[in-house]
Each structure stands twice: as C-alpha cells, then as structure tokens.
C-alpha cells in the first residue's frame, strides 16, 4: 500500500500576519479613495455643483454608518473570507461598471448606482476584515491597528495620486489642452482612473486569496440575546461616563477636520473666479495625495509615538491645538489665493502634518474605550458608525455651504467651529480635576 502518511500530515503554509493584514488595510485604504474622494472630484470635474459632487458621494457614507447590522449577519454565514474576496470581487465590478457608463448619457444617475453598490462591498468588506483581525490578531490588536491606520493612509496616497494622475493624463495627452477638453473626453479620462481602482483591487484580492487564514467566523446561536438583554446591554453602555467623554471628544475632533477635509479637494480644484486655487488634476495629485496623504501618515506616527511615551493626558491639550490650526492655514490660503505650486503644498503640507498629530488623540481615545470593559467588538463597530455618520453629515453639508458661502465664508466659519474643543477639552479638565478633588 502507498505510504500516504506524509501527505496526510502535511500542513497548510501559514503566510506571515503583516503580509495579509496589511494588505487588508491597503484595500481598504482603495476603497475608500476611490468612493469618497475620486468619484467626488470626478462629479466635480465633469461640471456637477460642489453641492451635488459632495452631497451624491456623502450618502454613501450611510452603507458604513449601519455596519453592525452586517456584523450580525456575517457572524451567521460561513467563512470570513468569502466574503472578503467576494466584496472585493463586487467592488472592482463596480468600479468598471463605472468607467463604462461614466461616458453614456445619463452618466450621473448610472454612475452613482454602481457607486452605491460599490459602497455597499466597502462596508461588508469591511466588517468582515475587523472579524478575521478580532480572530486572528488577539493580543496585539491594538498595535496593529495603529500600523494600520498610516498603512491606509499610504494606500490613500498611492491609489488616489495615482488615479488623478491618470486622469490628468488621459485629458492631456487625449486633447493637448487641457482647458478644451469636453465632456466625452472628460469621462472617457476619468474613467481610466477608475480602471486603476479595480486593477489594484483585483491585484490586492489576488494576494488576500492566497494569504488569508481560512477563519471561520465563530456562531454565537447559542448564546442570542432576547430584545430586553440587548436593550439592557446598550442602556448600561450609555450610562458609562467614558461613553460620553469618548462620544464628545470624537464628534468634535472628527468634525473639526470633516468639514475641512470634505471641503479642501472642491476647494483647490475650483476656478480662482469662484474661489478655488485653480489646480489640474496632476497637481492636485500631487499636493493632495503625494505631499498630503506623506504628512498625515508622518504626522500620525509621530502622534502615537508620543502618545506612547508620554500618556494621552499630557498630549491631549497639543493635539487639540494641532487639530484647529490646519483650518486656519486654510482660511490663509481661501484669502490669499497663491498660484505657486510648491507654496501650495508648502502649506497643504503642513496642514496634513497637524491633522495627523491631531487625530493621533482620538485614535487614542477610541482605542482605549474598545479595550474597556466588555463587549469590546461592538465598541470598536459602535466607534467606527459614529464617524462614518459624522462623515456623512458633513459631507452633506460642506458642498451647499461652500456654494452658498464661498471659499472664503466656509474656512473661516469652520475655524470658529473647531475653536469651540478649546471649550470642550477646558470643561473636561475642570471635571476630571474636580473629581480628583473628591
């Protein structure tokens, strides 16, 4: 008889734990761009309003915003990475059922149809990524997902820098200028760069189909909980003090940058007779994507880095700081209008190197609520809705804000808005010293 021990005995290669989880985070990171940022500048480019550019891609903010429901799903369907491969499978579809209808008539319904269907895999795709991570990652998931942040902020950089790039490219080299090109040639160039976006997603998804553990999601059927038990569960959480501080602190540190990261893109692609700083789309690659998306990651290292040495207490009063200067660096430029390109991202520069400093702080915060307490996973999911809500909302608003108000009215009136976490973080001191007090 055949020896068949040793084929009985072989295992499964194990990849290392960066390799897919950093290559999960990277997708992400493309996914994201290519929603939120690409297919907003693309509206814009192809002479949509900035109220109807930034307010057709906020709602699909909402796919995200509801994520815990499909935890509850995925939790009862199979392997987590089916669903992985097969979102990302329904993502690059999307993309190119983009590209093809970006040039027909009726494009901005058609468009935004299969942008939705696109948000709806970021979500899933999303989820389950944080169920394999909760898995697989136990006892370093904190750590990784600090990593994880600056790896999906360099994803942003690559894809969307690149995906302008050839866009930018595509309406030169297709016309030899730029300022001719009509909407065919418009659409036929922005839909190259969504090409790009389903190229890198089928590349990343090649990767993932051949690293990711085989993880089976564990079935909580034994164990569901009646209404009154879930009802009881999220009374409590809400009675938690650090619920509230962690909820305050995060709605004003994410909206003093929403408002400011929503609206810069519109702002720097915008015609100077209206208010914009009249940037091309290669440009705004690399002010935006190159230099920017470089200093968010840098300054978000850094943010953490000290954070880690020093404590979140002794920071937080510098992050706060560092998270309302950059909305004044942008009430300079709205006012003075420079033309110069290295000015330009001079001061973009410098204004994504606060935000992440900044942001550090609420990665921080939110880290250190999930870890408290029980039922950390629906903390983390419960987090996540808050800031995609937060992103959604305004999102909604900052295009109608800025037609209505101009560039100018905009900045500044964010600015006094993210003036108030001065207020906020004083009235969290006087209650944090009054309690020791006691």
Not at 100 to 106: E, G, L, M
Request: charged residues 15%; proline residues 3%; hydrophobic residues 55%.
């Amino acid at each position: 008889m055949p020896d068949t021990s040793s084929s009985s005995n072989r295992e499964r290669y194990v990849w290392p734990l960066w390799l897919w989880s950093g290559a999960l985070c990277f997708v992400r990171g493309v996914m994201f761009v290519s929603i939120m940022m690409i297919g907003m500048m693309a509206y814009k480019r192809l002479g949509l309003s900035d109220t109807m550019a930034s307010l057709s891609m906020a709602v699909l903010f909402l796919p995200v915003a509801i994520r815990p429901l499909y935890a509850w799903f995925i939790r009862r369907a199979g392997k987590v990475k089916r669903w992985i491969i097969g979102t990302e499978v329904v993502f690059a579809v999307a993309m190119m059922e983009v590209a093809a209808n970006i040039i027909s008539t009726s494009w901005e319904w058609k468009v935004w149809l299969w942008m939705v269907v696109a948000s709806l895999a970021w979500a899933v795709h999303g989820v389950a990524a944080d169920e394999i991570c909760f898995s697989e990652l136990a006892g370093e998931r904190r750590r990784r997902i600090e990593i994880g942040a600056n790896v999906f902020a360099i994803a942003v950089m690559f894809a969307g820098g690149m995906m302008v790039m050839v866009a930018g490219n595509m309406e030169v080299l297709g016309i030899g200028n730029v300022e001719s090109v009509g909407a065919y040639e418009l659409g036929t160039a922005w839909a190259s760069a969504f090409k790009v976006s389903a190229a890198i997603a089928v590349t990343c998804m090649a990767l993932l189909l051949l690293t990711l553990p085989v993880n089976t999601v564990i079935k909580d059927i034994g164990n569901r909980k009646t209404f009154e038990k879930r009802k009881e569960q999220m009374l409590s959480l809400i009675r938690v003090p650090l619920t509230w501080k962690m909820t305050g602190v995060a709605a004003l540190f994410t909206l003093a940058q929403a408002f400011m990261v929503r609206g810069v893109p519109l702002f720097v692609a915008s015609q100077a007779n209206i208010g914009g700083l009249a940037l091309g789309p290669q440009e705004v690659a690399f002010v935006l994507f190159t230099v920017g998306m470089m200093t968010l990651a840098f300054g978000l290292a850094i943010g953490v880095k000290v954070i880690h040495s020093n404590g979140l207490h002794r920071w937080l009063w510098p992050m706060a700081v560092a998270v309302v200067l950059p909305n004044a660096i942008y009430v300079y430029l709205a006012f003075s209008m420079p033309s110069d390109v290295a000015t330009v991202s001079l001061y973009v520069g410098m204004a994504q190197l606060l935000c992440g400093f900044g942001m550090a702080a609420l990665l921080e915060y939110m880290l250190d609520f999930c870890q408290s307490g029980q039922n950390r996973k629906k903390r983390f999911y419960a987090c996540l809705s808050l800031l995609a809500f937060l992103l959604m909302i305004t999102g909604m608003l900052t295009g109608a804000m800025q037609d209505y108000l101009g560039f100018r009215k905009f900045f500044t009136l964010i600015l006094l808005f993210a003036v108030t976490i001065f207020v906020v973080m004083a009235w969290r001191a006087k209650l944090e010293k009054e309690n020791e007090d006691d």
